[in-house]
C-alpha cells in the first residue's frame, strides 16, 4: 500500500503468468471435455464391452481405442509444447510475450507461426490486473476481481473458440460471487442472491420465447449462468445495463465481421466474449457505472 507503483507493476507481472497459464486452460480444457464426453458416450452405448470381448464379429475403431488409451494432455502437470510438432517448451521459451518476441512468433523446433491467441491474452490479463490494482489497491476487492478476470478470460477464450462455455469454469464463478456477498466484499447477500436469479431467468426467457418464435436456439445455457455468475457479483440492478452493453458490442463486432470477412449471417457467434466483457466493465467499475446509468435512465 506504501508503494503503489510497485504494487501495480507486480500485479501486471503476475497477470503475464496467470495469463499464460490461461492459454492452456483455454487450448487444453475443451479437449479434455470432448475427451471425457466421447468415453462416457461409448460407456452408456457399451461399445467399450464390444471392443474387449474376443466373440465380437467387429473389432473396435482404432480411433476409439487410441481416444480411451491417450487422453489428451492434462492442464496442470503437462509441459507446454508446440501443438505442431510436439516440441516441449524449454523455461526460456514460456516466458510471458518475451518468448514471443525472442522467438520471432515460431516455434524453434518447426518453424510454425504461433498463434496471436497466446501473446495477447498474456497482455490482456496483465494490463487487467494492473487496472484492477490500480483502482482497488491492495485490498480483498482487488483480489476477488483479480479472481473473477481470470475466469472470465478464460470462458471468453473458450467460447471464441468452441462456442462452449463449460459448467467447470461458470459455476464455480456463481458461487464465488455469492460467497463473497456474506462479506460483503461488492454487494450484500440479497443482491447477490437476486442479481443471480435475474441474470439466469433474463436469457432463459429470451431463449425459450426466442425458440418459440422462429424454432431456432438463439444461445446456449452457457450465458444464462455466466450472467448469472456477473448477477451475483454486481447485483440484480446492473442486469439491464450488462445485457445492453454486451448486446451493443456483440452487434457492433457481429457487423463487423460479416462486413470485413464475409462471413453468413447464420453464422452463430458466441455470446460469451461480449458477456464477460460488459460484465468485467461493470464489475471495475461497480457502483459507480451503476449509478450513472441510473442517472441516465432517470432523465
Same mark, same amino acid.
Given at each position: ?8 507493476? &507486480?500485479?501486471?507481472?503476475? %497477470?503475464? /503468468?496467470?495469463? &499464460?497459464?490461461?492459454?492452456v ?11 471425457q ?8 452405448l457399451?461399445?467399450?464391452?464390444? $471392443? ?20 489428451p494432455?492434462?492442464?496442470?502437470v503437462e ?8 516440441h516441449?517448451?524449454?523455461?526460456w521459451?514460456?516466458?510471458p510475450?518475451?518468448s514471443?518476441l525472442?522467438l ?7 518453424k *510454425? ?6 501473446? *495477447?491474452?498474456?497482455?490482456?490479463? !496483465?494490463? @487487467? ?50 460467497l463473497? &456477498? /456474506? ?5 450484500s447477500?440479497?443482491?447477490?442472491i @437476486?442479481?443471480?436469479?435475474?441474470? #439466469? @431467468? ?19 445455457? %452457457?450465458?444464462?449462468?455466466? /450472467? $448469472?455468475?456477473?448477477g451475483?457479483?454486481? !447485483?440484480?440492478?446492473a ?7 454486451? &448486446?451493443?458490442?456483440? $452487434?457492433?463486432? %457481429? ?14 457467434i458466441?455470446? !460469451?466474449?461480449?458477456l464477460?466483457?460488459?460484465?468485467w466493465?461493470?464489475?471495475? #467499475? ?5 449509478? *450513472?446509468?441510473?442517472?441516465f435512465m432517470?432523465?
Amino acid at each position: 500500500m506504501e508503494y503503489p507503483a510497485l504494487a501495480i507493476a &507486480s500485479a501486471a507481472v503476475l %497477470g503475464l /503468468l496467470v495469463g &499464460s497459464f490461461l492459454n492452456v486452460v483455454i487450448l487444453r480444457l475443451p479437449l479434455r471435455m470432448q475427451w471425457q464426453w466421447e468415453r462416457d458416450s461409448r460407456d452408456v452405448l457399451g461399445l467399450e464391452v464390444e $471392443a474387449e470381448s474376443p466373440s465380437s464379429p467387429e473389432p473396435s475403431p482404432p480411433q476409439a481405442v487410441e481416444m480411451e488409451t491417450s487422453p489428451p494432455p492434462g492442464i496442470v502437470v503437462e509441459r507446454s509444447h508446440c501443438p505442431k510438432c510436439g516440441h516441449q517448451l524449454s523455461a526460456w521459451e514460456n516466458i510471458p510475450l518475451i518468448s514471443y518476441l525472442m522467438l520471432g512468433g515460431k516455434c524453434r523446433g518447426c518453424k *510454425a507461426k504461433i498463434s496471436w491467441q497466446y501473446p *495477447a491474452v498474456e497482455a490482456l490479463t !496483465g494490463l @487487467l490486473f494492473a487496472l484492477i490494482v490500480w483502482r482497488y489497491g491492495v485490498t480483498w476487492q482487488a483480489g476477488a476481481l483479480l479472481v473473477a478476470t481470470g475466469y472470465l478470460i478464460a470462458m471468453s477464450g473458450i467460447d471464441a473458440r468452441t462456442t462452449l462455455l463449460p459448467d467447470v469454469l461458470t459455476l464455480p464463478l456463481l458461487w464465488f460471487g455469492l460467497l463473497l &456477498s /456474506l462479506g460483503p466484499v461488492f454487494v450484500s447477500p440479497g443482491d447477490a442472491i @437476486l442479481g443471480a436469479a435475474v441474470g #439466469y @431467468l433474463s436469457l432463459w426467457s429470451v431463449y425459450w420465447a426466442f425458440k418459440l418464435l422462429t424454432g431456432k436456439e438463439g444461445m446456449g445455457y %452457457g450465458d444464462f449462468k455466466l /450472467l $448469472a455468475a456477473i448477477g451475483a457479483f454486481c !447485483g440484480w440492478k446492473a442486469i439491464l445495463p450488462v445485457v445492453l452493453m454486451s &448486446s451493443i458490442i456483440g $452487434a457492433i463486432v %457481429g457487423v463487423l465481421l460479416i462486413t470485413i470477412q464475409g462471413r453468413d449471417r447464420a453464422t452463430p457467434i458466441p455470446f !460469451g466474449p461480449y458477456l464477460a466483457a460488459a460484465g468485467w466493465v461493470q464489475m471495475f #467499475y461497480g457502483k459507480d457505472l451503476l449509478a *450513472a446509468y441510473l442517472r441516465f435512465m432517470g432523465g
